[in-house]
């Protein structure tokens, strides 16, 4: 980025002129291993936003855990803030942001549990205290202190002294994408942004004004 006399930034580290791909999700691969090589600050950090029964919408940070040809698999607290809402409403929103890139990603789409099988692989391969850590946070309820948390810590680790089970209530969803928005900072706010939205057969791409 190049800054002027005001202190406001400009982006001019890239362009879209056109779409590189017919398939959304190997533009998102593309862009996503960029943002690996070139060094961004944790790279498959995203916000997810959830709405609840009554519309309301509540957003937060996660980490994107495996990136499949149907979409973008996270892992959580099914009994969480984020857990009850997806229940509710399964339509969720994505927004990866790298700055290092000056680009962003959004995505549209519907949130489904993985198999069984697929979360007891991952939470196999966890630290040890974050096993204990799904056991012991009773995700967003409200508790009276650390030291209620750090109680229930310890009765797990005395628990499960060795092998941690994949608690019932922890484990993944899948997003399968219906919308992206590919967003390219550019000179003077003139971003490019350059769209895909699910059609009965493939992709409808088309550019939007930034």
């Not at 994107?64 to 040809?69: G, H, K, Q, S, V």
């Not at 942001?97 to 993985?114: L, N, Y």
Request: hydrophobic fraction near 35%; aromatic fraction near 14%; include cysteine.
């Amino acid at each position: 980025m190049s800054s002027d006399n005001t202190g406001r930034y400009d982006f001019n580290k890239g362009k879209l002129e056109d779409f590189p791909f017919e398939d959304p999700m190997l533009f998102f691969s593309s862009w996503y291993q960029d943002s690996i090589e070139q060094g961004c600050a944790d790279p498959q950090a995203v916000a997810i936003s959830t709405v609840n029964a009554d519309g309301k919408p509540s957003s937060r940070m996660v980490y994107m855990r495996n990136l499949l040809e149907e979409g973008i698999v996270i892992y959580t607290n099914y009994l969480s803030r984020k857990g009850g809402q997806i229940s509710q409403n399964h339509n969720v929103a994505l927004l990866f942001h790298w700055d290092c890139a000056e680009r962003q990603v959004r995505i549209e789409g519907v949130a489904e549990k993985v198999d069984d099988s697929i979360s007891d692989e991952y939470f196999a391969g966890r630290p040890r205290i974050s096993q204990i850590g799904a056991w012991a946070s009773e995700q967003s309820s409200e508790i009276d202190n650390r030291a209620t948390l750090e109680e229930r810590v310890k009765f797990f680790e005395e628990k499960y002294p060795d092998v941690v089970p994949r608690p019932p209530h922890w484990g993944g969803y899948l997003i399968k994408p219906s919308y992206f928005e590919f967003w390219q900072g550019r000179l003077g706010r003139l971003h490019d942004r350059l769209c895909y939205q699910k059609a009965e057969e493939g992709w409808r791409k088309f550019r939007i004004a930034p």
